[in-house]
């Protein structure tokens, strides 16, 4: 799908299902009426079954809406209240990570994500992501504390054991725990669920933009093409959100 708004941002979205009975991944992207601010989020839903992928469906289309007029970190914690547990009492219903951007012709892109999913800026001959997962393999990562090469290289295999580990969601954040960040103007933002960039090598995900960077509809579809089955055989639902400036 993809959504022009006066040949100053263009929108495209991509899904592939995975090996999974149902897509959960959800997506969504809202324009303000009147307005040039476009919000889209991707909810990738956690578990398998029609309530999970219902759930990640509504939760993005309300982050996408909400981050558009009341920021994105606003936009996020908007969605997690449709999974807020009462006081006392853990989650009682389906769950999922999120990530969302708002743009505006001009401006720095603002992100805000819990979870997993990532947001990616790319500057023309660069490809960085912009956010940092949240899960246990990171936190490892991030706290180390560096050391020999063969300390590090344990750290590092140690990590990946445990990337599929999260510390925060939709239904366990608060405000403190969504983070925050910005893409500098005139950037083409890319949004994409853990079954994208935990199967397409970052290399393989730049060469994609640079070479469909003027076609946003036709990026979308190669990068979730691109996700490839595991070792095992397993493939994972995969979602990308392309917001590129014109």
């Not at 993809?2 to 897509?23: F, H, K, L, P």
């Not at 140690?158 to 103007?185: E, F």
């Amino acid at each position: 799908m993809t959504i022009e708004w006066e040949s100053t941002i263009i929108a495209a979205m991509a899904t592939r299902q995975g090996v999974r009975d149902v897509n959960a991944d959800g997506a969504a992207i809202h324009r303000v009426p009147g307005t040039k601010v476009v919000g889209a989020a991707i909810v990738d839903g956690i578990g398998s079954d029609a309530e999970v992928a219902r759930f990640a469906d509504i939760a993005a289309e309300v982050a996408a809406r909400v981050g558009a007029r009341k920021t994105a970190v606003l936009g996020i914690l908007a969605a997690a209240e449709l999974v807020a547990a009462p006081a006392g009492r853990g989650i009682t219903g389906p769950d999922g990570v999120a990530v969302l951007a708002v743009a505006e012709p001009g401006a720095p892109t603002s992100i805000a994500w819990t979870g997993d999913s990532r947001a990616y800026g790319w500057n023309g001959s660069t490809l960085q992501q912009r956010t940092t997962d949240h899960n246990v393999g990171q936190y490892l990562r991030q706290n180390s504390g560096g050391g020999p090469v063969e300390l590090l290289e344990q750290m590092e295999f140690l990590a990946r054991k445990h990337d599929n580990w999260l510390r925060s969601s939709l239904g366990l954040c608060g405000i403190g725990s969504v983070d925050a960040c910005h893409i500098p103007p005139g950037e083409l933002a890319l949004l994409a669920s853990d079954g994208l960039h935990n199967s397409v090598p970052h290399e393989v995900m730049e060469a994609l933009i640079r070479e469909h960077e003027g076609h946003p509809q036709r990026l979308a579809d190669a990068l979730v093409a691109a996700a490839t089955e595991d070792e095992k055989g397993y493939r994972d639902d995969a979602t990308a959100i392309v917001l590129a400036p014109r």
